[in-house]
């Protein structure tokens, strides 16, 4: 607001935006908070922080079969460059990210497909709802198996439905290929977590106004224009928080290929958390197993920040408001 | 009394203890050098006739016989890991397992255990856990090639079978050989079994095969293999060739080592484990038979590659797999899984186990038969890595003479395995077990050609992770034999050379 006086023109100077305390003074003021987590957080630094600490340290060390672990030699970077020039991890890189990327957007796609579908009431909408979930449920191992023996190159009932059918005078081989073999084991991983996808998007579906699905139809959208414009802007935060999870999911999932094919035929189902194992357990290289799972843990920590900032997004733009 | 006298008195009943004791001690090995434990086995007869023959000829008393060990008044504690019997095992294993704590309580009242029974699968992380903390038990039963790690490491007491009143002669020359690391002697083996090969004598018959008479050389199982797919249309050989699973060196080193090679010189007479065979010609060879039988004839499942012995049983019940290799338990649970079949099922499934036989494993091209020595052994650990750091050696002692004993090395492998004291096999107790347990004749006749897999630490390295990678390299086509075979060995090599990549 400004005011005249005779020539001279003042103007109202703003007042300046309260200074936002720093992390340390935020810290100190809800210390009384901390006295509430600290067996929490003591029980973390054993189970969680330790582990970590111990599993970097021992990343910086060579740890041949015949020497026990306190004889570790030191070799700093090595166990790191043997891993980072060995044609196996980059081709064990590759086939982690075909796993993760296919299986999160067919799991992510086919969620959504099936949360839009039972969006919308019709008879038998809560038993179809039920059975869907499932793959979410059954235990990862007796699924593994199961599946196994649906592939089964000589005896699986996928094969011999192909061959009743005429389709083929053989039953296909899927796992004992290695041109096949991941991505038969990443349908099963769709199939496992699909559910998880769809049981988030159906949750996310409940937030999207009926009244703009309604104008927008009033208005001659079509279906699509109508999902794309307005459902979809809505699904934006859960899909990306689904996403994120069905990353880090995908990234750490173990079970599936070790009991299906134990990484083979030839390494074309290995993936990182399967090697890992591998190196750790099978081979005891705990140091390169060690540096391993340090390069996974760096990537976990990055993808955790984003579903961290994804998740208390709107905290921040609440807290400030 | 002065305290002199006392001092002395004290002093001389010190003394004589330790006299007794060492009295006691060289009694039990002349004895033990003697008749009463001495090997009267002749292993050069050992064929399934023979077992049978010496099965219920001798007793031995294990508490007396132990007690000239460690006397049977000793007061003391012992703490021990093993595997003992869990919820699947037959009833008869917990009744066994059972029946030896009571004899042993009875022969050495005085003597605390401590004892954990802990599952396969995770003795080995434990015990690793409990060696970092200074917290392992005195005595640990592991499998076969389990100690060689920790002998390595420098876990283990040196201990031989004099140790606990045994002699060496009463151990299999294999199986002493899974417990030696750099010339000396870690412990003691427990129990040894091997595997045998299976066939369905119906199958054979309805392809125009011998059906009472198994393949006699490798060679045999590849043309039996193709006759019985081009004839029936079904697989021959269950060919197994997981990667990262123990059953592939299980079935495939015995075809490696009869063509005469091997992953490094463990067939040899006396093996340094220094010298790569994994790609002589002779290991070329048997990996040939296993390219002829996958890839050019076809007579063997498709699913080999993500099969263990597990995935072979379904297809062998349903009469649509002529040939295996596997353990006498593999008879049993043919028999479980055919009284769990219905309809027409059941009646294939009966007529399987009724044609089901057991014999040798086929030799190689020379002659050469060879099986793999599997089992368990038991260690001694040294008393800084020990909880309360200290071993009560008499009370090891104890504990490792009676399990050892004839009678009980007999008793504590009843169902899949045998004695690891080769006097086990003169006892009432094998004698009962040849009588109930079909085909166990058979298994027990190949121990003379049990191979242990190589005794170093980097053993499961090479055997579950490079011999079944060399197979599949194979059997994909990825490479050539030959370049299969040489890969494997490059990789070995850098392996025993302390170094290896990913």
Known sequence: MSSVQGQAIFRDVPEPAPKRPNIGQRMWASRADYLYVAPAIVVMLIVIAYPIYYTIELSFFNTPASLSLANKQFNGLDNYVTILSSPIFWKVTWQTVVWTVLSTILAFLLGLGCALALHREFAGRAMLRGLLLIPWVVSAVAASYVWKWLYHSDFGAIGALVVQLGLSDKPINFVDNTTTALYSLIVVNVWKEFSFAMIMLMAGLQTVPDTLLRAAQVDGASPWQRFWHVTFPHLRGVSTVTVLLLVVQNFNSFIIPFIMTGGGPVGSTQIWITHIYELAFLRQRWGVGAAYAVLLFIIMMTLGYFYVRALTRGDDQRAGA | MSDFNRRAGAGRSVAHRVARF???????????????????????????????????????????????????????????????????????????DKAFWEAFKAAYPNIETDVQSITYNELLDKFRT???????????????????????????????????????????????????????????????????????????????????????????????????????????????????????????????????????????????????????????????????????????????????????????????????????????????????????DKAVADEVVANMRYGLLPAGPDGK??????????????PEFVEGGKVDEPAVKALICMWNSPEWSTKLAWVGSNPGNINGFLTEAMKERLDTIPFLDVTTSMLPNGIPFPVIPEAPEIMNIIVPDMMQNALTGNMTVDQAAEDAAQKIQAIIGGGGGI
């Open chain 2, 22 to 96: 060492t009295v006691a001690a060289t009694l039990a090995a002349s004895l033990m050098g003697g008749t009463v434990l001495a090997q009267t086995v002749d292993l050069s007869q050992w064929s399934p006739e023979y077992v049978k023959s010496i099965a219920g000829t001798r007793s031995f008393d294990a508490a007396k016989d132990c007690g000239l060990v460690t006397p049977n008044d000793y007061t003391g504690k012992v703490s021990y890991w093993y595997t003992g019997p869990f919820e699947a095992d037959p009833q008869i294993s917990h009744d066994q």
């Open chain 2, 130 to 344: 409990a060696l970092l903390g200074n917290a392992a038990p005195m005595v640990v039963r592991l499998q076969i090639l389990g100690g060689v790690e920790f002998a390595a490491k420098g876990y283990l007491q040196p201990i031989t079978p004099e140790y606990a009143g045994f002699k060496t002669e009463d151990f299999w020359p294999g199986a002493l050989k899974s417990v030696t690391w750099e010339g000396q002697t870690y412990g003691l083996p427990t129990n040894n079994e091997t595997m045998g090969f299976i066939w369905n004598a119906k199958i054979f018959a309805d392809a125009g095969l011998d059906p009472e008479n198994p393949p006699a050389t490798w060679d045999d199982v590849v043309a039996y293999s193709k006759q019985i797919k081009d004839k029936l249309g079904i697989a021959g050989y269950g060919l197994v060739a997981k990667q990262n699973a123990g059953n592939t060196p299980f079935r495939f080193m015995p075809q490696l080592w009869a063509y005469g090679g091997g992953a490094l010189d463990e067939a040899a007479e006396s093996p340094t484990y220094k010298e790569v065979w994994i790609n002589s010609d002779a290991s070329k060879r048997a990996l040939q038979a296993a390219y002829q039988m996958y890839v050019v004839d076809k007579s063997v499942p498709v699913s080999a590659l993500t099969n263990t012995q597990a995935e072979n049983q379904a297809p062998f019940i349903a009469n649509q797999l002529a040939m295996v290799i596997s353990h006498p338990a593999e008879y049993a649970r043919m028999r479980d899984l055919a009284s769990q079949a219905t309809g027409a």
């Open chain 2, 369 to 382: 038969r060879a099986v793999v020595f599997g089992g368990s052994n038991i260690h001694v650990v040294k």
